[in-house]
């Protein structure tokens, strides 16, 4: 008997049977019609109109208020159509759409049983190029030119500034509670990685439900600040999300004893339309 439900999150109906012969839980996220088949954002309690600027969230969301107490496995766990949880790295040239059913996660091993979730392996973001940095926040660089020559200060803080908007993140945090706040602060301050992709599979409900209960109500906060109509583009449209993503790197480093595993990258609509 496997021990951990798998959502996989989803934007195309099309994904369905993929989805299920995977042995995951599909998730239809979005603007498109999923049929009574699909775990949705959309019933109950819900923020899915949130959807365009929360990303995952809005699932997330649904799940604390709507099921998280009815489910009976050992882990939760959460992926995306275009990206998997995995026991090894694998080339990308060994990875297609026939690979993927021996290559994903399916069960949580017994070693990992002292753990209490599991977090995507850390992307750096100290580790640009000089020039892409330049063309990313020439703005930024003028006014702190040492951040060209030290990648130590090239934190998650810096690197906020640089793809969603100078100051937002700062603001964003001045709004935690105050269990939160000065932790999250020397976290984007001092570290130069994340766990990426709004990926994680926790091993307790309660610590689930908690995360929870100190992301959502903060997020709603930060809506005062940001709003929505004036969200534009891809990186600031998204930043709940993003606020999010550096939060769960956070949170679970914090609250939980962890550990990592790879990711399998790979798109199923290149296959599958």
């Not at 275009?82 to 690979?99: A, R």
Request: glycine content about 4%.
């Amino acid at each position: 008997m496997k021990n951990v439900n798998m959502f996989c999150l989803a934007l195309e109906p099309s994904h369905y049977e993929f989805i299920k012969k995977l042995g995951y839980i599909p998730v239809g996220l979005g603007e498109k019609k999923f049929d009574q088949n699909w775990w949705s954002d959309k019933s109950g309690i819900n923020i899915s109109k949130k959807n365009k600027y929360y990303s995952e969230y809005t699932f997330h969301y649904w799940l604390w208020k709507n099921y998280l107490d009815q489910i009976d496995s050992k882990w939760i766990g959460f992926c995306q159509y275009e990206k998997f949880w995995s026991l090894k790295t694998y080339k990308t040239e060994d990875i297609n759409i026939d690979s993927l059913n021996s290559q994903i996660l399916k069960q949580i091993p017994e070693e990992y049983e002292n753990y209490e979730s599991i977090l995507t392996e850390p992307a750096f973001v100290n580790q640009w190029k000089t020039m892409k940095f330049v063309k990313k926040g020439l703005k930024i660089l003028i006014k702190k030119p040492l951040l060209i020559l030290d990648k130590k200060k090239r934190n998650l803080n810096f690197h906020f500034d640089l793809m969603h908007g100078e100051n937002n993140l700062n603001k964003a945090i001045n709004l935690l509670d105050e269990s939160n706040k000065n932790d999250f602060k020397k976290f984007v301050n001092n570290e130069v990685s994340f766990n990426p992709h709004i990926m994680v599979i926790c091993k307790s409900k309660k610590k689930l439900k908690r995360f929870y209960e100190d992301v959502f109500p903060w997020l709603e906060k930060c809506e005062k600040i940001f709003g929505f109509e004036n969200l534009k583009g891809y990186d600031n449209t998204r930043i709940y999300g993003f606020l999010a993503e550096r939060f769960l790197s956070y949170w679970f480093q914090k609250n939980t004893k962890y550990t990592t595993l790879p990711v399998i990258n790979y798109n199923i609509r290149k296959d599958i339309s």
